[in-house]
């Protein structure tokens, strides 16, 4: 007799108690028993991209470059481990900005005195170019105790030399409008 449902698509009544050895059956996924996979922080292999910055829009760049920090571009991504890759920027003086925000973008930080110290991002830009892409990417990552970890994995270089040779990184394009 059956109670007007079959159970979960595997063509028998509710309470049968039969089950079946393999997770799909008559084209249906038993969700009862499918496990979602969690990454082990001592599975993740870690590998190295190097990115050139040269004429690269910094808010692209820097979203392509927390999705490598965070693992989103692995099939693995587990949100609490640290899953993420290894990404050295060069070139990072040549970035541009959209539009007027050479002149109008300000970067402001708390100096332990009253008040503010404030500059445009075109001033940052002579002084200390690294922290433009930097707190791009920082601002983009989730705000808790992971991130900076995730953070320590992003190494910036003014110029095209960096000391990451030993890690053979793999060159890659990002921040392209496509």
């Given amino acids: 007799m059956l109670s007007g449902r079959e159970g979960a698509g595997y063509g028998q009544p509710w309470g049968t108690g039969r ?9 249906y996924i038993d969700m009862l028993r499918a496990k979602t996979y969690m990454a082990r922080p001592d599975e993740v292999v870690p590998k190295w991209w190097l990115v050139d910055a040269s004429d690269k829009v910094v808010g692209r760049l ?27 920027v060069i070139n990072v003086e040549k970035v541009v900005f959209t539009g ?23 001033e940052r830009r002579k002084r200390r170019p690294e922290l433009i892409l930097r707190e791009a990417v920082r601002r983009m990552l989730p705000k808790n105790k992971l ?3 995730t ?12 000391p990451h040779q030993a890690q053979q990184a793999e060159p890659v394009e990002l921040g ?3």
């Fill in 19 to 27: 089950r079946s050895a393999s997770l799909e059956r008559n084209g």
């Fill in 62 to 88: 820097a979203s392509d470059i927390a999705m490598i920090l965070m693992g989103k571009n692995r099939p693995t991504y587990t949100p609490h481990v640290d899953n993420g890759d290894y990404v050295i």
């Fill in 100 to 122: 007027k925000k050479w002149l109008q973008k300000r970067y402001a930080w708390y100096t332990g005195h009253p008040g503010q110290h404030t500059e445009v991002a075109g």
């Fill in 147 to 149: 991130a900076f970890r």
């Fill in 151 to 162: 953070l320590d994995k992003l190494k910036i270089y003014v110029g095209s030399e960096h």
């Fill in 176 to 178: 392209s409008k496509d």
